[in-house]
Structure formats: structure tokens, C-alpha cells
């Protein structure tokens, strides 16, 4: 199972917002609704945000959505704040019944 | 509130074996369905395997890069899952999380455990 793919890096000044894509194949993001997105501030564990593509979990901001279409998924942050600093990856279910991980994007608040 | 502690991690040869422990608190151990995660250190994220609740058959999958060697089980009694790894191998090397797996995805993390594999 191939990793999912994302893009390095995407960078904003505050207030702005960043979109994040998070692409895999009809096997995995396009076949389920079951993507996840994940936030890892540098040195911490990662931290869960967004699940079953679009839900937040309470005490999550709602500057985070997410979003599919087709095998893209995405997570927009809006409205971006210094403490959104962090790398951020998405995970997917897939027909294998595993989990398979994005590869990862770095997001900078410029 | 929810936590997760992981433990067991070390420095292991090439070959050797190590078993990581999980105790978890703050729900309902045997209703929920467990996950291991990895991260090679300053890289991302990979999904190592899981195991479901008993009610729903136990079940267990693994990622291809670790079948056969290494085995997820748990102890509901404890409170505890474990991750037994062996043959471990250099690329094996990489902080070891365990997290709560609900809803397709993984809600809670443990802070870790580093492995390390080296000669």
C-alpha cells in the first residue's frame, strides 16, 4: 500500500487560510469515507482533528474543515494562527482493511 | 479523561526481539479497538497494525512491512495491548505509538516509545 500523497509544504500569514491535499487511488480515499487528518506540533504526538473526512472532534476549532472529492481528499485551515504551526498528515481506511498515511505536509505561519 | 502509556522500548540487534506494552485508561479497554503506529524519526507516519474488540472477533491486521513478524495482542483484563516484535530489522527503527482506534480513525495517542534497532 502506497503512501498517500501530500504536499511537503504550504505556508500563510496569519488570518489567511491554507488548503492541504491528500491524494490516493479508488482503493483507499476514493472508495470510503473514512480519511482522518492528524496535526503534529514539533516534539509532541500527533493529535487527531478531523474524522470520517469532515467531522471534528469537540474542542477542535472549527478553522478546520475537511473535504473529498473523487481520491483527493483535503483539510482547510482558516483564519491560520501561529499555534497551527505543525505538520499535519491524513490517513485513509482502505479495501485491504489497514491504514495507510499521508506523506506528510509541513504547514508555516509566515 | 483519556490516557495512553506506552513502554518497552530500547536499543536491540539486528535479529533480536523486544515487546512493547500498552496500558490505557479513561474508557472502556475491551470496547475499543487498538492500533500501533510508527515514525521514523523526523519522518512521517506509518499505520503498524490493529486489533478490534473481542465482540467483534478479535481481529487483527497487520501493515506488509511487518507481517509475520511482529504479533499484536491484548489483555483486557490489564487494561494493556502489546506489540511482541521480532527479526527486527534496522528500518524497524522508530518511535512506537499506541492509539485508540474509533470511527476509522485513530482518536487518542500515547506519547510513544523509541526503538531502536543497531548493531
Known sequence: QSALTQPPSVSGSPGQSVTISCTGTSSDVGGYNRVSWYQQPPGTAPKFIIYEVTNRPSGVPDRFSGSKSGNTASLTISGLQAEDEADYYCSSYTSTSTYVFGTGTRVTVL | ?119
Open chain 2, 1 to 119: 479523561e483519556v490516557q495512553i502509556v506506552e513502554s518497552g522500548g530500547g536499543l536491540v540487534k539486528p535479529g533480536g526481539s523486544l515487546r512493547l506494552s500498552c496500558a490505557a485508561s479513561g474508557f472502556t479497554f475491551s470496547d475499543a479497538w487498538m492500533s500501533w503506529v510508527r515514525q521514523t524519526p523526523g519522518k512521517g507516519l506509518e499505520w503498524v497494525g490493529r486489533i478490534k474488540r473481542k465482540i467483534d472477533g478479535g481481529t487483527i491486521d497487520y501493515a506488509a512491512p511487518v507481517k509475520g513478524r511482529f504479533t499484536i495482542s491484548r489483555d483486557d483484563s490489564r487494561f494493556t495491548l502489546y506489540l511482541q516484535m521480532s527479526s527486527l530489522q534496522t528500518e524497524d527503527t522508530a518511535i512506537y505509538y499506541c492509539t485508540l482506534d474509533s470511527n476509522y480513525a485513530l482518536f487518542a495517542w500515547g506519547q510513544g516509545t523509541l526503538v531502536t534497532v543497531s548493531s
